[in-house]
């Protein structure tokens, strides 16, 4: 890692599980989200994180050329792309960020949309995340 990463980073560097190996490993892997018309909001904030977070490259199928711009604005480390490039007889490396369904706990009420999108986008960010800093 450069020295502005270290900076950057540093507070995950610093979580026991995390780490430096934890947060190399996060700058090179790859993420895949698409967004789905029935909850893209929940998508689009897992898809921040991760680049927030420093993943090296998300891919975000079905996102709008100003969706990758502002993705692209909160992780300055990764590639923020709308289709992946796979070259033909190679696999493709990126692995699916899963979105939790909705909890049985949480209210039913509708106007809630907003928090629940930040609530299943957080967690499936942090999930993902954890998966690739503690292999």
């Known amino acids: 890692m450069r020295d502005e990463q270290v900076r950057r980073y540093s507070r ?7 780490g430096g190996l934890g ?4 700058l ?3 993420a895949r989200l698409e967004l789905r018309e029935r909850d893209p909001d929940a998508e689009l904030i897992a898809a921040t994180y991760l680049a927030a977070g420093g993943v090296g490259t998300v891919i ?15 992780g300055p480390d990764s590639r923020v792309l709308t289709e992946p490039v796979v070259e ?3 696999r493709d490396p990126s692995r699916e960020v899963a979105l939790q ?12 949309a907003t928090a629940l999108a ?7 960010a942090t999930r993902w995340m954890a998966e690739i800093a503690n292999r």
Do not use: C, M
């Open 101 to 112: 369904p909705r909890p049985i706990w949480w209210p039913s009420a509708e106007g809630d």
């Open 23 to 26: 947060q190399t490993a996060l």
């Open 12 to 18: 995950h560097i610093l979580l026991p599980d995390v």
């Open 88 to 90: 033909p007889g190679s």
């Open 60 to 74: 975000v199928r079905g996102a709008s050329d100003a969706q990758v711009a502002e993705l692209a604005a909160h």
């Open 118 to 124: 930040f609530w299943r986008g957080g967690i499936a």
């Open 28 to 30: 090179v892997s790859s």
